[in-house]
């Protein structure tokens, strides 16, 4: 279980913010109405409550941030060490010794004038003396603001931390930087370490959990290490280091051997050594790594003695916990994590060798004492000499036989991974849909069908009929022609006379004079101005022209240009007959007459007459979807009977769903002063 959450510190307000909380919540919460007319005891009250209850507000808040930072030497080493790393454990107590100095100045200001304001002979003098309170709390508050921001700081980083339970099985993975850690810790947990191909991708701890044996084991990732002295190491590799000196973990010393990581296998070996004093009374493996590249037993004689001399030190921690020298299978260990090949097998060996010593240590302890007592294993004796070998059933039997030639049916079939592999990989090789297809003949599997064919989707003229069809088309066509041959006149020479001839040669060359004309209009619509007819010198379109062609043909052309002038000529304003008098005189002439009651009803009849008529809203028009006039008029009834109900309420319509502000706001929230409340 993990026993720090730092996730739910309080967050620390900056200075401002810090003095506006509380100035706003003693506005709120204390009473805010006082008159010089009151007794000067009350005065004093009113002014001490205000004093008192911001001192308290203050002291509060201070006190909550100072008790819900962890103190560093109260909790578990690791801890303590880490954070000492990561900010620097005499900023830490001093940011937070500020916090608990600016506390009690503040309640020693508040003491202070609570005492004066005991002696105020005056409504002005306590309100200075609060004044003054107030202003000095907010004062010491606005000097620790560095020390708030660094603490705030601090809070946002220890949430980001990841959790780690110092007490619970730990697997820690360590070694030079790019030799594979967080690759294999997001092969076997379900973390997500960022992995690249240079060195220091991981800058901090990361945490993933794994299961053995139906029991959870804590993954720890660490930054990589380099060779140096202790001094000149760096924050992320003191993490490595304070993970290694507190945490009682099974430790993976993780070796690359192919020196792909930028690292020879001495450089690894030298770091080895120079922190092997870390390693004790902890079980230790040798991992091996990047065995893809190159194999261990593919490596230089040096390099294997150096190998051999880091596999005797990792015997060391084996014989120290009770264990035989002959045990070496899991001390030195090859996977490669590109391939997962020994990446189980490393997981299983070191929460193997995690769990022994475990129940080792609690071998050990005094508590088994108390325990042993409870407990009786029963060791079954045999009763004869008989043998009685296990009973298995032949259906079972026959069973396994089918379950073994499936699996062998499936090694020997080979699976679209396989095929990926052999061809070039992913990226390279693009699996065949047509190896499933149901054809009547095997070859025709891979027969290139083309999609598009002379611009026409071959797969719309895909039919088994078509044959058929087109013979049935085919012979429809001919009916068709043989029907028609009779009726089919062709205008050629041969039945015409020459006059007829001429004309219609005429005829044809005028046709293909208009397309000409036509087409090349059209080709120059855009860039050719538009000219106004008036501007047009050529005079191609106007009356007399028509009028000429017209009784070229034999037709009187009046009516059609009477027709063509008035509708050209545009619309005037022109007075009725109505609105003039009966003698035909101008209507300027009565200004001075006022007109009869027969001359207004006259002049609304001529106005009604010059607009088109309205139609009455009860009209029936057949096409509404009402049977008759008495069925419109009941639905119209019904209609404004219905948005009687909307008007009322202010609605726009059916789908107005708008609930007003039945209190609004500014009128029923806040503090109600001491008077009338009727207004309310």
């Known amino acids: 279980m993990v026993q720090y959450n730092f996730k739910k510190i309080t967050v620390v307000p900056n200075g401002k913010d810090f003095v506006d909380i509380i100035l706003s919540r003693t506005q709120r919460q204390t009473p805010t109405v006082v008159h010089k007319g009151y007794a000067i005891s009350r005065i004093r009250q009113f002014y001490m409550r205000k004093v008192k209850y911001t001192q308290q507000n203050f002291y509060d808040k201070l006190s909550t941030i100072i008790d819900e930072f962890p103190r560093l030497d109260d909790i578990h080493p690791f801890y303590g060490d880490h954070l000492h790393v990561l900010y620097n454990k005499d900023h830490y107590k001093l940011a937070l010794g500020q916090i608990n100095t600016a506390r009690n100045l503040i309640s020693k200001v508040a003491k202070d004038y609570v005492k004066l304001l005991k002696y105020g002979d005056s409504l002005y003098r306590c309100k200075s003396l609060k004044v003054a309170a107030l202003g000095r709390m907010c004062t010491v508050i606005k000097r620790i603001g560095p020390s708030l921001a660094y603490l705030e700081q601090i809070r946002q980083h220890m949430a980001r931390l990841p959790s780690i339970d110092p007490n619970t099985r730990t697997i820690l993975i360590c070694g030079y930087p790019n030799v594979g850690k967080s690759s294999f810790i997001n092969k076997i947990t379900r973390a997500d370490v960022d992995v690249q191909p240079y060195a220091f991708t991981t800058k901090s701890l990361f945490v993933g959990h794994t299961d053995y044996k139906y029991l959870r ?35 993976l010393f993780f070796l690359d051997i192919s020196g792909s990581c930028g690292y020879s296998i001495a450089q690894q070996a030298a770091l080895f050594h120079s922190i092997k004093s870390l390693f004790m009374n902890k079980p230790l493996m040798i991992v091996c790594n990047k065995t893809d590249l190159q194999p261990l037993e593919g490596i230089s004689e040096e390099d294997k003695k150096l190998v051999a001399e880091m596999k005797d030190e990792a015997m060391k921690t084996v014989i120290g916990q009770g264990g035989e020298a002959t045990d070496e299978a899991g001390v030195l260990l090859t996977m490669s994590t590109l391939t997962e090949d020994g990446v189980i097998s490393v997981k299983n060996a070191a929460c193997e060798r995690l769990l022994n010593q475990r129940v080792e240590l609690k071998m050990k302890s005094k508590k088994l004492n108390d325990c042993l007592n409870r407990f009786h294993v029963a060791m079954p004796k045999p009763r004869d000499q008989k043998e009685r070998p296990a009973c298995i059933p032949e259906a079972v039997l026959e069973a396994r036989a089918k379950q073994a030639e499936a699996d062998a049916e499936k090694q020997k079939r080979k699976l679209e991974r396989d095929l990926e592999n052999e061809n070039g990989g992913a990226g390279v090789y693009s699996a065949s849909l047509r190896k499933h297809y149901l054809l009547a003949n095997e070859e025709w599997k891979e027969d290139i069908m083309p999609e598009i064919l002379d611009g026409h989707n071959v797969y719309d003229f895909v039919d088994p009929d078509i044959l058929q069809r087109l013979e049935e088309l085919e012979r429809e066509e001919g009916l068709r022609q043989d029907e028609e041959g009779d ?60 009028g000429r062609q017209l009784s070229a043909l034999g037709l009187d052309p009046t ?19 109505e609105r003039g008098d009966d003698n035909g005189n101008d209507a300027m002439d009565v200004d001075e007459i006022t007109p009869s009651k027969k001359q207004r009803r006259s ?17 029936f028009v057949p096409g509404e979807g009402f049977k008759d006039k008495p069925q419109k008029e009941q639905a119209i009834k019904l209609f404004k009977k219905s948005a009687n109900k909307r008007n009322k309420d202010a609605r726009r319509g059916e789908s107005d769903r708008v609930i007003p502000t039945l209190k609004p706001k500014h009128l029923f929230s806040g503090k109600r002063s001491s008077g009338k409340t009727d207004r309310r």
């Open 487 to 546: 009726d089919d006149f062709e205008m050629d020479g041969a039945e015409l006379s020459p006059e007829e001839q001429a004309a219609l040669a005429e005829i044809r060359k005028k046709k293909s004079l208009l397309i000409q004309q036509h087409r090349m209009k059209k080709s120059t619509a855009e860039s050719r101005p538009t000219v106004p007819r008036k501007f047009d010198k050529d005079k191609e379109f106007t009356s007399k022209r028509m």
């Open 603 to 619: 002049r609304s009849l001529s106005m009604a007459r010059s607009r088109s008529m309205s139609r009455p809203r009860s009209e």
């Open 217 to 251: 084991y804590q993954v720890i990732d660490t930054p990589g290490i380099l060779d140096r002295p202790f001094e000149d190491r760096n924050i992320i590799e003191m993490c490595s280091i304070t993970a290694l000196a507190h945490l009682r973990a099974a430790v």
């Open 559 to 577: 009516l059609a240009i009477n027709r063509a002038r008035s509708k050209s000529r545009g619309r005037k304003r022109e007075r009725s007959v």
